[in-house]
């Protein structure tokens, strides 16, 4: 039975909120400030308007998803450190985007060299993460996510499961601290891959 890898994307794979901040600047004259890990608090109107409301900031990411997803640029040896982990596990990409977002997510990654199966979901990533896990016979997993709050629901559903909190982006890294419920902390994909092929060579599950 092959290991597994359940990995994020957005802040992981591929770089989004430095190109939905140039975005929010050229179109929608606002500003985004990368060292707040906060969508709801980091735009701010240039006008001096009034606080953006929740609503409003899901229908500017409704409008950056898929439409302007070609901005977005690999993450450094991102690609490189995948097709070294597909070697010897199975990998699944589980994205927090709409189900209509799922074919140019696809497309999205293809065009940088990964071709894994991409699952979209909402929410908390805890169940989904379990349901894979199950799927695959229960293997030696690895969950990699740029939120804490993701890592938080896994650890209440899959505590089986290696997790390891990444924020790829470098302007936004020196502001989110560690994941309570993440086992490590890396930003560098060369560092994560020996990192979660250690968890795979060791073969133990997370909570043994």
Known sequence: MKPLLICDCDEVLVHMVRHF????????????????HDFFGAMT??????????????????GFFPGQMERQTLVPHAAEALGVLAETADIVILTNLIEECRSPRIEQLARFGIHHRVQCNSGGKGEPVAKLVAEHGNPVTVFVDDLPQHHASVAEHAPQVHRLHMVSEPEMAPHVPPAPDAHARIDDWRMAERWIAARFAEGQLADA
Request: hydrophobic share 30%; aromatic share 8%.
């Open 45 to 62: 109107r240039r006008s001096g308007g009034p606080e953006l409301s929740h609503a409003e900031t899901w229908d500017l990411l409704h």
């Open 21 to 36: 901040r140039t975005w929010l600047d050229e179109s929608h004259d606002i500003d985004f400030a990368l060292d707040r």
